[in-house]
């Protein structure tokens, strides 16, 4: 299946007194460009959570969001740095002595002092993180493939309408290409006529004049490969996958055909089918920028 470059997906999962949430979005971009922000206690996962997601994706600039509550009541503890109270104790004792002071020194007091207690995160199990982490990731990546698919499909679909109508274009130029040789033989001949009058035509010396007009604007070649380019990219859009850069050089390759129609052509009917072809295959072409 054919897959769009730009997609979205969320997923929520609240396991083990845990909630993890991860959001994906993404844009065109040539190569694989992954930008993640989440906490810092998660800084770790960082590189298996790329290994995942290049699981799904191949190209796209990618931004990945993880936000993580513990909702656990145990998830912190006190510290009571005994050794940083009796330092303070023993200082204010020593100002008590030195300056003559009350001693007025109570544990309410000297609890405030800064290090007396400290907040400790307790330890966690990484390994169980991980797991629901990489579940809430997985689940948010196939959502976020599924909206891909949906609109890859959707371009699919009108890219092959549009190389239809280009296949009725090139129908159209490779039935007048002859009549355009057989307009300037009359033509050519008339004039001639007209010319010498009473005199007989030299048909030989007129039949080299068309041979060399006909050999001058024959597309014949461009039309074989234009019809080439544009079955092979039917077929690979209909085979799907990541087809983004393949279909960007048939493109051009299309384009290079159209464009030497245009330069061979002095028929105004043609001219005209040739800027057609030219407008659709940018079109098509502006599309493909948008598939993986």
Known sequence: MVKSMTGFGRHELEENNRRF?????????????????????LNSFEAAIRNVLKE???????????????LSEENVTIKYNRDVAATY???LREMQSEFLLDDDIRVSTLSRYPEVFTMEEVEVDEDEIWKSLEKTLRGAL????????????NLKNDMIDKLDNL???????EERSPQIVAEYREK???????????????????????????????????????RSHIASTKDTLIKGG???RKLDFMAQEMNR??????????????????????????KIREQIQNLE
């Open 21 to 41: 949430t991860v959001e994906i979005k993404a844009v065109n971009h040539r190569y694989l460009d992954l930008n993640i922000k989440m906490p810092k206690k």
């Open 188 to 226: 050519l001949t008339s004039k001639v006529k007209e010319l010498l009058e009473d005199v007989k035509v030299d048909e030989g010396r007129l039949l080299t004049e068309v041979t060399i007009f006909a050999d001058k604007i024959c597309v014949d070649e461009e039309i074989v490969r234009l």
């Open 242 to 244: 990541a087809v983004g």
């Open 257 to 282: 055909e159209s464009n030497t129609i245009l330069s061979k052509t002095t028929d105004i009917a043609i001219s005209e089918k040739g800027i057609i072809l030219k407008t659709e295959i940018e």
């Open 56 to 70: 799904y994706a191949e190209r796209g600039k990618i931004d990945l969001f993880v936000t993580y509550e513990d």
């Open 167 to 173: 296949l009725s274009v090139v129908d159209f130029i």
């Open 89 to 91: 104790l023993n200082y």
């Open 142 to 153: 196939e959502k976020f493939v599924a909206s891909r698919e949906v609109e890859g499909e």
